[in-house]
């Protein structure tokens, strides 16, 4: 799934190290569909070729408001009205300034002037103190009055050798803002909380009981929730995945550290999505220290208690405070008649099941939603778009 396919793009460059951010952005939003028109200043000039921004793109690079080969040397005019949004990447101090002031001196500063209803988007990139200074901050403050969508910076190790908030966002974080930028905003203002992957029983200090849960679905669902506007908590077993971005996340690694996380969060949330894969008990007995094999071989005795039923203890929360719930189900057989069962039992609105042979560590899902009315079967698809469509499902249950 291309997630920018058919948007145009224009990338504007400013003076600064970060250029090099740029090019990797690029590549990663062609990837998933973008067409670029890329400006650069001469300030950008000195830190990056044209050249390598043309390779990249396929198309000429813009330098020069003066450049003729616009047949009426109004590229800043023609650029931006087939663009559907300008990112400025990086966007230095100056250009900043120049932007809230209305300053018009070179191609891209133009054309941010004259693009008319086109969207402008700008990551800023510059030393902390810089970034800290009152006039920046002013600055900043203007351009979002005026409707610009600011993205970072983020904080860190810079080029100058000091460490503080100022850095442009790395590619991957650029690239989740494009997309989010363009995506509905049906959950803006929702609290979500999610839990996702396996949780990890001890058996000793070395052994655990786990379950083959990738968490793939739980984060695309996080991530899809982010790029609809709303504020998301990750409570998240443990898996080999990278934090979506924009997504607060939380580890734990049993169910009942899950659960005590959980019910400390749902009181605050709209909905509350389970998809987590919780072990259903815990080892009761197990050992501070390493089970040793004895010379008849003979296996520890374990003792098994249940463990918490998350789901059902946040649906049985205060009306005042419950949230919308989502439950998932994997099973491997007569998945409507037992998710339906597992909707009632949970006392749920909405129950999302699916076929563990199907779709556990997979890319891919085919889900089946149970609610009140009845049941409806969704094609197979990759779980970021099924986790796309789910949020919207849910943000059109809690509009209606």
Same mark, same amino acid.
């Given at each position: 799934?291309?997630?920018?396919?058919?948007?145009?793009?224009? !990338?504007?460059?400013?003076?600064?190290?970060?250029?090099?951010?740029?090019?990797?952005?690029?590549? +990663?939003?062609?990837?998933?569909?973008?067409?670029?028109?890329?400006?650069? /200043?001469?300030?950008?000039?000195? &830190?990056?070729?044209?050249?390598?921004?043309?390779?990249?793109?396929?198309? =000429?690079? %813009?330098?020069?408001?003066?450049?003729?080969?616009?047949?009426?040397?109004?590229?800043?005019? *023609? !650029?931006?009205?087939?663009?559907? #949004?300008?990112?400025?990447?990086?966007?230095?101090?100056?250009?900043? #300034?120049?932007?809230?002031?209305?300053?018009?001196?070179?191609? !891209?500063?133009?054309?941010?002037?004259?693009?008319?209803?086109?969207?402008?988007?700008?990551? =800023?990139?510059?030393?902390?103190?810089?970034?800290? *200074?009152?006039?920046?901050? +002013?600055?900043? #403050?203007?351009?979002?009055?005026?409707?610009? *969508?600011?993205?970072? =910076?983020?904080?860190?190790?810079?080029?100058?050798?000091?460490?503080?908030?100022?850095?442009?966002?790395?590619? *991957?974080?650029?690239?989740?803002?494009?997309?989010?930028?363009?995506?509905?905003?049906?959950?803006?203002?929702?609290?979500?909380?999610?839990?996702?992957?396996?949780?990890?029983?001890?058996?000793?200090?070395?052994?655990?009981?786990?379950?083959?849960?990738?968490?793939?679905?739980?984060?695309?669902?996080?991530?899809?929730? &982010?790029?609809?506007?709303?504020?998301?908590?990750?409570?998240?077993?443990?898996?080999?995945?990278?934090?979506?971005?924009?997504?607060?996340?939380?580890?734990?690694?049993?169910? +009942?550290?899950?659960?005590?996380?959980?019910?400390?969060?749902?009181? %605050?949330?709209?909905?509350?999505?389970?998809?987590?894969?919780?072990?259903?008990?815990?080892?009761?007995?197990?050992? /501070?220290?390493?089970?040793?094999?004895?010379?008849?071989?003979?296996? =520890?005795?374990?003792?098994?208690?249940?463990?918490?039923?998350?789901?059902?203890?946040?649906?049985?929360?205060?009306?005042?405070? +419950?949230?919308?719930?989502?439950?998932?189900?994997?099973?491997?057989?007569?998945?409507?008649?037992?998710?339906?069962?597992?909707?009632?039992?949970?006392?749920?609105?909405?129950?999302?099941?699916?076929?563990?042979?199907?779709?556990?560590?997979?890319?891919?899902?085919?889900? !089946?939603?149970?609610?009140?009315?009845? %049941?409806?079967?969704?094609?197979?698809?990759?779980?970021?778009?099924?986790?796309? %469509?789910?949020?919207?499902?849910?943000?059109?249950?809690?509009?209606?």
């Amino acid at each position: 799934m291309q997630r920018l396919a058919h948007k145009r793009l224009i !990338l504007g460059l400013t003076g600064g190290i970060a250029c090099y951010k740029s090019a990797e952005f690029l590549r +990663r939003a062609q990837d998933q569909g973008a067409q670029f028109d890329v400006v650069m /200043t001469a300030g950008a000039q000195q &830190f990056i070729t044209p050249i390598t921004f043309k390779a990249l793109s396929g198309r =000429p690079v %813009h330098t020069d408001l003066w450049d003729n080969s616009s047949t009426d040397n109004m590229a800043h005019i *023609h !650029l931006s009205r087939e663009a559907d #949004a300008i990112i400025i990447a990086p966007a230095s101090t100056n250009f900043i #300034a120049k932007l809230a002031q209305g300053v018009a001196d070179d191609l !891209l500063s133009t054309l941010c002037i004259a693009r008319g209803h086109c969207p402008l988007i700008v990551a =800023p990139a510059m030393n902390k103190e810089m970034w800290a *200074h009152p006039a920046t901050q +002013r600055n900043l #403050a203007q351009l979002q009055a005026d409707g610009v *969508h600011i993205i970072g =910076p983020g904080s860190g190790d810079q080029a100058c050798g000091e460490i503080g908030d100022g850095r442009m966002l790395e590619p *991957h974080q650029l690239l989740a803002e494009t997309i989010a930028f363009f995506e509905p905003k049906t959950l803006a203002g929702k609290k979500v909380l999610i839990t996702a992957g396996p949780t990890s029983e001890p058996i000793d200090p070395i052994r655990t009981i786990t379950n083959r849960s990738s968490g793939k679905m739980g984060y695309a669902i996080a991530e899809a929730a &982010f790029q609809a506007g709303a504020d998301v908590h990750l409570v998240s077993g443990p898996v080999k995945l990278d934090s979506p971005y924009g997504v607060k996340r939380i580890s734990v690694e049993s169910a +009942r550290e899950m659960q005590a996380t959980v019910m400390g969060l749902a009181p %605050h949330a709209d909905v509350f999505i389970s998809v987590a894969a919780v072990a259903d008990w815990y080892v009761s007995n197990a050992s /501070t220290n390493k089970f040793k094999k004895d010379a008849n071989q003979q296996a =520890p005795a374990l003792e098994f208690a249940p463990n918490p039923d998350i789901l059902a203890g946040v649906a049985a929360m205060d009306t005042s405070v +419950r949230p919308y719930c989502v439950g998932f189900a994997a099973e491997t057989e007569n998945l409507l008649a037992f998710a339906e069962a597992k909707r009632v039992r949970k006392a749920v609105p909405l129950l999302v099941a699916n076929l563990a042979q199907v779709a556990m560590d997979k890319d891919d899902t085919e889900l !089946l939603l149970v609610h009140e009315q009845g %049941h409806e079967q969704w094609a197979p698809q990759s779980k970021q778009e099924a986790a796309q %469509h789910l949020v919207q499902y849910i943000a059109r249950q809690l509009h209606s």
